[in-house]
């Protein structure tokens, strides 16, 4: 490093006129000194002498010195400023932006997707309310036999429901009264009746179930009347109607159900009349069954920041003929 700095010297020295003038000027004034020491009788106008010719040749550098300075060094921590600004500042604000946008992305398709099981839950929340009015009115009717009070209850269901029936496709009633059974569909077509399983105690149920080879929204409830005890059952399944009626207003609605060979009981076999059996899409392995509303559809963006988002919700439904209370994860 000494002797690049020689050098410099050197070659200022030989390529310059005021290098030389400002070495000559420094040696006058070394040689000055070195009398001024020894002797003390350095005359003054020698000295001012020496500080004329010396401090232009000072200022001289001065000013080339600031510009190198400020040209080769400066630069590079400028430079290193700026880099170390936009790692200091810059990227934990982008940082902080992309996590806000991504946080932002979840929690509205998560809250989506909240709204749909909400909704899901108000709908068997409605087939528990409507038991309940069947088991009270059958608890008011002064039924004469048992066969009279099946047919009173069958007409207010077929007469009460018609207009609803929108508002519940693919409905199934199951009554049992002592041995008798009905079973049929909202529009007063005969259907399989609905077993009651070993694990269900309680009086009333209301939930998601799988069964008959699909998923449901099912709902019971038990009361005694005057010619025997009385239980209702309310199964609505899983179809594209049901999807769009939990999803109007949100968007589209998919529910897929994972089925993993040997970690869980089959699941019974389906009816064949059953409208709306799950089954595997073309394309998909056997041990996936999915459905999805039919006619929701995403209106368009209106900007740039309206995006859609995917949001998903377990259901964990009970399998319905199991003989204790077990969920599919789904």
């Known amino acids: 490093m000494l ?11 030989r390529t310059r006129r005021m290098g030389r003038f ?34 232009p040749a000072t200022l001289y550098y001065v000013v080339r010195l600031v510009r190198f300075f400020r040209e080769r060094v400066l630069w590079r921590l400028r430079r290193r400023l700026v880099v170390t600004y936009i790692f200091m500042a810059v990227v934990p604000i982008v940082l902080i932006l992309l996590l806000v946008a991504v946080g932002a ?38 039924g004469k036999n048992p066969e009279a009070l099946l047919n009173h209850l069958q007409m207010l269901y077929v007469t009460e429901l018609a207009e609803h029936a929108a508002s519940y496709p693919g409905l199934e009633i199951t009554l049992r009264l002592g041995p ?53 059952i309310l199964s609505q399944p899983l179809t594209p109607e049901l999807l769009d009626l939990v999803g109007e207003g949100i968007g589209p609605v998919g529910v897929f159900v994972p089925q993993e060979r040997g970690t869980r009981p089959p699941l019974p076999p389906a009816d064949p009349g059953s409208p709306a059996r799950l089954a595997a899409p073309e394309g998909q392995p056997m041990e996936t069954i999915n459905i999805s509303s039919k006619s929701l ?15 998903a919700a377990a259901l964990n439904p009970v399998i319905w003929n199991a003989q204790k209370e077990e969920h599919v994860p789904v």
Not at 3 to 13: A, F, T, V
């Open 297 to 311: 559809r995403l209106p368009p963006p209106v900007n740039w920041l309206d995006r859609a988002v995917f949001g």
């Open 105 to 142: 992305v979840i929690i509205n398709g998560q809250f989506a997707a909240f709204l749909v099981a909400s909704n899901l839950r108000n709908h068997f929340d409605e087939l528990r309310q409507l038991n309940r009015v069947v088991a009270h009115e059958s608890h008011l009717t002064p």
């Open 180 to 232: 008798l059974v009905r079973a049929y569909r909202i529009d007063g077509t005969p259907t399989k009746p609905v077993a009651i399983p070993e694990w269900l105690k309680q009086e009333e149920f209301a939930g998601v179930v799988m069964g008959n080879g699909q998923l449901e929204l099912r709902a019971s409830d038990q009361a005694q009347t005057s010619v025997g005890r009385l239980t209702v």
């Open 22 to 55: 400002a070495f000559w000027s420094a040696a006058y004034g070394a040689a000055l000194w070195l009398v001024d020491r020894f002797t003390g009788a350095a005359p003054g106008f020698l000295w001012v002498l020496f500080w004329a010719t010396f401090l």
């Open 3 to 13: 002797s690049s700095i020689l050098e410099s010297l050197r070659q200022e020295y």
